[in-house]
């Protein structure tokens, strides 16, 4: 059974930072590209940060550019996404995905076409 799990969402206050962490169980993640997404209410689910499987290649959205940054650890079998500067924006359910796919993680970002899905954690941005 292959499963990612997603932690470490919370109110933070503008201004501030979290740290998401995915975790994968049943498989190891040496092979996927992984990304974060999120979905705030009532718009659709956008690519934030994508890394490839080995590390080497990362994708931001304009909107996190200079404030988020992705990284993994296959050994732990661990994507993070840090984020710094949070802004009310920010706030939305956040999403790990992992893919097998011969597309670069700038092509395939944007697509939102995880194989496997986490079941999300909330990020709340407010004073």
């Known amino acids: 059974q292959l499963q990612l799990v997603e932690s470490g969402g919370g109110l933070v206050q503008p201004g501030g930072s979290l740290r998401l962490s995915c975790a994968a169980s049943g498989f190891s993640l040496d092979y996927y590209v992984i990304g974060w997404f999120r979905q705030a209410p009532g718009k659709e689910r956008e690519g934030v940060s994508c890394?490839?499987?080995?590390?080497?290649?990362?994708y931001y959205a304009d909107s996190v550019k200079g404030r988020f940054t992705i990284s993994r650890d296959n050994a732990k079998n661990t994507v993070d996404l840090q984020m710094n500067s949070l802004k009310p924006e920010d706030t939305a359910v956040y999403y790990c995905?992992?893919?097998?796919?011969?597309?670069?993680?700038?092509?395939?970002?944007?697509?939102?076409?995880?194989?496997?899905w986490g079941q999300g954690t909330q990020v709340t941005v407010s004073s």
């Open positions: 890394i490839s499987n080995s590390g080497g290649r990362t």
């Open positions: 995905a992992a893919a097998r796919t011969i597309l670069t993680v700038t092509s395939w970002c944007p697509r939102v076409q995880g194989h496997y």
